[in-house]
């Protein structure tokens, strides 16, 4: 279940895993390395309710509590996880088969899912998006507007252990920073291509 345009290759794709702390503007990244190299975007799978505006297979894949379930049986997601209350998820059949066809797909995901999704595509890149320093993030997320200085902190904290984790699982071999959305894009396209970036 992927979506987008690509840019047809010959030989093997390739799933190329993104992940970093909130902040880190992961977002803003993953858009503009879409934008670049014509790689598709994985949807991920949910069981809650769209919200307005929202269409099945755009942002994510609307189904069942039932259906999610049978896939976790079935062992049809490459990594999953519940999140107040809801399934959150990555079909495995439309990865696979894109990167068979010779696509490129970019999968943006938390570091517990990228762990997940190491353990059944190892030869996949992971790419863990980091902050210039913890002050930048700490100015990044406050910057919002929306959050409360406990908020912050909490949310810095929980960058610190997500950071350690993704360090010490030995998934990710890939260290990109995010000074500037341009370089880290750059760094992230010759990750995922090192022939045609360099040309």
């Known amino acids: 279940m992927v979506s987008g345009e690509t840019v047809e290759r010959p030989g093997p794709g390739k799933l190329v895993v993104i992940s970093g702390p909130s902040g880190v503007g992961k977002s803003t990244v993953v858009q503009e390395v879409l934008r670049r190299t014509g790689a598709r975007y994985s949807v991920s799978a949910t069981t809650r309710a769209p919200r307005p505006g929202e269409v099945d297979g755009r942002g994510y894949h609307f189904m069942s509590r039932q259906r999610f379930e049978e896939m976790i049986r079935r062992d049809e997601l490459l990594e999953w996880a519940e999140v107040y209350g809801q399934w959150y998820g990555t079909p495995a059949e439309g990865v696979r088969r894109a990167v068979a066809e010779g ?64 360090r010490n699982s030995g998934a990710y071999s890939h260290y990109v920073v995010n000074r500037d959305v341009d370089t880290a894009v750059s760094e992230i396209v010759e990750i995922m291509n090192p022939e045609q970036s360099a040309r």
């Open 103 to 166: 696509r490129t797909v970019i999968l943006e995901i938390d570091v517990q899912g990228g762990i997940q999704v190491h353990r059944k595509m190892p030869q996949a890149e992971f790419v863990l998006l980091l902050p210039p320093d913890e002050d930048e993030l700490r100015r990044r997320l406050a910057g919002r507007g929306t959050e409360t200085p406990q908020a912050v902190r909490r949310r810095l904290d929980r960058a610190r252990a997500e950071i350690q984790t993704a």
